[in-house]
């Protein structure tokens, strides 16, 4: 509970008896109050010359200095406490108070709500591959990296984007149509594409039509990635990369890597913080859901669309930035980054 003010004749008594050369203990254990009280007391008068309350900037805080420390606390520890459930821990110690105080005092400690971010699950085994991919290639010259192509396969529903979006509309208009954002059950379909890019800009998409296998992987690569590769004057000694996804390294297709003779890197698996391609992936997205496709067939050609603007100077950054990547991943042992 918050401690009531003593009176001013207490105060007065406090410092009549620090004139009289009187110790802090002393005057403590004479008048029966906390020693820091006695302090704050002589400390208060020796600024100000007086033991009056002095005007203050507002209304005091209904919340004492030890249940605001709890507060922050307890939000710092468990960052995924709600506003409700701290606001139930102090009504529990007698400070019953509205949320938004809550929340006022948390944002002055620089505590803000903000959407979590999803990121894949990291056992320790993956982490540590993560942090020995870094390590191991910190030290790689810039030359290096803009010999790597880089690849990936990614999925892309026709609805399927739940950033939120923010509309101005007057009260009780919340569900008129210029004020929604339609849905469809399973994103309305999808599709499945492959792409790759080098600091030089992109190759040009495919769609993956059906399910994909080890075969028809090796058909995409067999008909594009030498092309690709060529487009982006990689030369004959570029790096490919890839995850690890099983139809990757089967065995068939890294017999066909090396009856190519391409040098595949190395790759951690659960690692797309280290694939600079997901940033592309996610301004493609974006880009696409921006053009409001209706269909697959229009999904697919703003995709194709969408890909081919992406800058070479996009791509270029993302690869020049590189090191800064692994860096990141270092300093948070091979756990998640905000790459």
């Given at each position: 509970m918050k401690n009531k003010e003593h009176t001013r004749q207490v105060r007065d008594t406090v410092v009549k008896k620090f004139k009289a050369r009187f110790?802090?203990?002393?005057?403590?254990?004479?008048?029966?109050?906390?020693?820091?009280?006695?302090?704050?007391?002589?400390?208060?008068w020796n600024e100000y010359q007086t033991t009056a309350n002095i005007p203050r900037p507002g209304r005091?805080?209904?919340?004492?200095?030890?249940?605001?420390?709890?507060?922050?606390?307890d939000a710092a520890k468990r960052p995924?406490?709600?506003?409700?459930?701290?606001?139930?821990?102090?009504?529990?110690?007698?400070?019953?108070?509205?949320?938004?105080?809550?929340?006022?005092?948390?944002?002055?400690?620089?505590?803000?709500?903000?959407?979590?971010?999803?990121?894949?699950?990291?056992?320790?085994?993956?982490?540590?591959?993560?942090?020995?991919?870094?390590?191991?290639?910190l030290g790689d010259t810039p030359n290096m990296w803009k010999k790597v192509l880089w690849s990936d396969e990614t999925k892309i529903?026709?609805?399927?984007?739940?950033?939120?979006?923010?509309?101005?509309?007057?009260?009780?208009?919340?569900?008129?149509?210029?004020?929604?954002?339609p849905t469809v059950k399973r994103g309305g379909g999808s599709i499945m594409v492959w792409a790759c890019f080098s600091s030089a800009g992109t190759g040009k998409m495919v769609k993956i039509d059906g399910k994909m296998d080890g075969a028809k992987y090796r058909t995409i690569l067999e008909?594009?990635?030498?092309?690709?590769?060529?487009?982006?004057?990689?030369?004959?000694?570029?790096?490919?990369?890839?995850?690890?996804d099983p139809k990757h390294k089967a065995k068939s297709t890294m017999e066909w890597f090396k009856n190519k003779h391409i040098q595949v890197l190395e790759w951690p698996s659960q690692s797309p913080d280290l694939n600079p391609i997901e940033n592309l992936w996610k301004e493609l997205k974006t880009a696409v859901h921006k053009c409001s496709p209706s269909n697959l067939t229009e999904l697919e050609?703003?995709?194709?669309?969408?890909?081919?603007?992406?800058?070479?100077?996009?791509?270029?950054?993302?690869i020049e930035t590189y090191p800064k990547r692994l860096t990141a991943v270092i300093a948070a042992k091979g756990g998640a980054t905000k790459y």
């Amino acid at each position: 509970m918050k401690n009531k003010e003593h009176t001013r004749q207490v105060r007065d008594t406090v410092v009549k008896k620090f004139k009289a050369r009187f110790g802090y203990k002393k005057i403590f254990q004479a008048l029966n109050i906390p020693r820091s009280t006695v302090q704050a007391i002589i400390l208060k008068w020796n600024e100000y010359q007086t033991t009056a309350n002095i005007p203050r900037p507002g209304r005091p805080s209904k919340l004492s200095a030890h249940t605001r420390r709890r507060l922050i606390r307890d939000a710092a520890k468990r960052p995924m406490i709600t506003l409700d459930e701290l606001q139930r821990s102090t009504a529990e110690v007698g400070d019953s108070v509205h949320r938004t105080t809550i929340s006022r005092i948390l944002h002055k400690s620089g505590l803000y709500g903000r959407v979590a971010r999803r990121k894949p699950f990291l056992k320790d085994i993956h982490k540590k591959c993560c942090l020995k991919f870094a390590t191991s290639h910190l030290g790689d010259t810039p030359n290096m990296w803009k010999k790597v192509l880089w690849s990936d396969e990614t999925k892309i529903e026709l609805f399927g984007n739940n950033a939120k979006r923010y509309v101005w509309r007057k009260s009780n208009t919340a569900h008129h149509p210029e004020h929604t954002i339609p849905t469809v059950k399973r994103g309305g379909g999808s599709i499945m594409v492959w792409a790759c890019f080098s600091s030089a800009g992109t190759g040009k998409m495919v769609k993956i039509d059906g399910k994909m296998d080890g075969a028809k992987y090796r058909t995409i690569l067999e008909e594009n990635l030498m092309e690709y590769a060529k487009d982006l004057r990689l030369g004959r000694r570029f790096v490919f990369q890839q995850d690890n996804d099983p139809k990757h390294k089967a065995k068939s297709t890294m017999e066909w890597f090396k009856n190519k003779h391409i040098q595949v890197l190395e790759w951690p698996s659960q690692s797309p913080d280290l694939n600079p391609i997901e940033n592309l992936w996610k301004e493609l997205k974006t880009a696409v859901h921006k053009c409001s496709p209706s269909n697959l067939t229009e999904l697919e050609l703003f995709c194709k669309e969408e890909w081919e603007k992406i800058s070479v100077s996009r791509c270029a950054k993302l690869i020049e930035t590189y090191p800064k990547r692994l860096t990141a991943v270092i300093a948070a042992k091979g756990g998640a980054t905000k790459y």
